[in-house]
């Protein structure tokens, strides 16, 4: 029996939609936001208006592009949390409405549940390897930071996150304290490649158990470039390249020693990336180094699936369709994660 699931994602400032049939995606359309770079920052109220005028084209398409009327879906699947409320709103609204007017099962899905199942998304002509049960995932994006046992599509357990500051917040701030464009991460990155790694070095936190902390990088970060400026005021100017390239290194660090230390605690050596920051090549090849290192399977999406996208939510879809998990025309978004 063949299952075809339209996925919505609004959590932040990306309005897109998907079709999946099965595990196979047929489509998969990202309309992103602009505005958002003069601010330096994602503008929740410009966020969610942009989402109003871009959710109806997009839904549009990626059944277009897919080939599917919408009397062919079997259910509607949408991102309820966590994220901006104001943008989760429409997605959810539009979901609810698209549904009740089709006569179609609901589907609410947590956005970070779903960054751990881009792994096992296929692509039509081709079967990729994906993670075998139970396997470890590095979810590393702009808001979190965790390292989550995953028993079953449906069955998942945070055994590490972190207690203030994620990777992601870490290098976007740090790329604001240098002056670098929003989003700063993706700028690092590049900057980071004509760099040396070992130019410098900042503090690492010292958190017990698998847990994750930022803060005090980013603050170490902050004083050393103060104390540079104040005996050269072009010292970022100078060193920019190789200021990105330790930055990346001590943060990739800080998140391998504790993924590294849970899966030898767990005894589990299937390894999965995922978020935002899983697009980061420093962290690829640290997984893959360390999949080489200690015998692990690694998996890493497509760089088309470790932002925020539609596809990944119409594969936790398929798999509570699969389990009659559906929600209620009450579903509220949350702005957290429980």
Not at 300 to 320: C, E, F, Q, R, W
Request: aromatic share 8%.
């Amino acid at each position: 029996m063949s299952v075809i699931i339209l996925g919505i994602e609004s959590s932040c400032d990306d309005t897109s939609a998907a079709v999946i049939k099965n595990d196979t995606i047929l489509s998969n359309v990202i309309a992103g936001q602009k505005v958002h770079e003069e601010y330096g920052g994602v503008v929740p109220e410009l966020a969610s208006r942009a989402h109003q005028q871009n959710i109806i084209p997009v839904v549009d398409k990626a059944l277009k592009d897919a080939g599917v009327r919408p009397g062919e879906l079997d259910a509607v699947a949408f991102t309820r949390g966590p994220g901006l409320l104001g943008s989760l709103l429409v997605g959810t609204s539009f979901a609810k409405g698209m549904a009740l007017s089709l006569g179609l099962p609901l589907i609410e899905t947590d956005h970070l549940h779903a960054h751990v199942l881009a792994s096992f998304i296929q692509e039509p002509g081709e079967r990729k390897d994906v993670p075998s049960f139970p396997f470890l995932c590095l979810l590393v994006s702009g808001g979190n930071s965790q390292i989550i046992e995953v028993r079953s599509p449906l069955e998942m357990e945070i055994i590490g996150q972190t207690i203030d500051d994620a990777a992601g917040e870490a290098f976007d701030k740090c790329a604001k304290i240098m002056g670098l464009p929003y989003p700063g991460g993706p700028l690092i990155d590049k900057l980071a490649q004509e760099g040396d790694s070992k130019a410098f070095a900042f503090s690492k936190p010292r958190i017990e158990g698998f847990d994750y902390s930022f803060s005090g990088l980013k603050t170490s970060f902050l004083y050393f470039l103060r104390d540079r400026i104040k005996e050269d005021p072009d010292f970022i100017d100078k060193h920019k390249e190789d200021l990105c390239a330790s930055l990346q290194r001590t943060i990739v660090e800080v998140l391998m020693d504790k993924l590294i230390k849970a899966a030898k605690n767990r005894g589990i050596r299937e390894i999965s990336l995922a978020g935002g920051v899983s697009a980061n090549s420093g962290l690829r090849e640290a997984v893959q180094a360390a999949g080489r290192k200690y015998k692990w399977k690694t998996y890493i999406p497509k760089l088309s699936y470790t932002t925020d996208n539609a596809a990944m939510i119409a594969m936790v879809g398929y798999h509570k369709f699969l389990k009659g998990e559906f929600a209620s025309q009450d579903a509220a978004p949350y702005a957290r994660q429980a």
